[in-house]
């Protein structure tokens, strides 16, 4: 899995890290530990946010599918009952 981060968004990540410490931590972090830091949680812990992230997008496609004949279903012949409904109505 690629964790690679665009050179903004890494940046920005490194800066909320720091400002983490900084309100914290009883002593600051520097550019370097803060994106070996990063690097860390990104290479161990995104998999498992990916992985559950795929998961809630499967079973939320997963429930749209599954009700697509409820959903999309259409009654087939219906001209000459619907005719006789409108038959009915108009007695």
Do not use: C, H
Not at 28 to 56: K, T
Not at 62 to 74: H, M, Q
Request: hydrophobic share 40%.
């Amino acid at each position: 899995m690629n964790t690679a981060l665009p050179k903004e968004t890494r940046a920005e990540a490194i800066n909320s890290i720091q400002y983490y410490f900084r309100e914290n931590m009883s002593e600051p972090v520097s550019d370097l530990a803060a994106g070996l830091l990063l690097d860390f949680f990104l290479e161990e812990f995104g998999p498992l946010v990916y992985n559950q992230a795929i998961a809630q997008a499967q079973a939320r496609m997963l429930k749209y599918v599954s009700d697509l004949n409820g959903e999309l279903y259409a009654d087939e012949f219906q001209y000459w009952p619907r005719l006789e409904r409108k038959r009915k109505k108009g007695r």
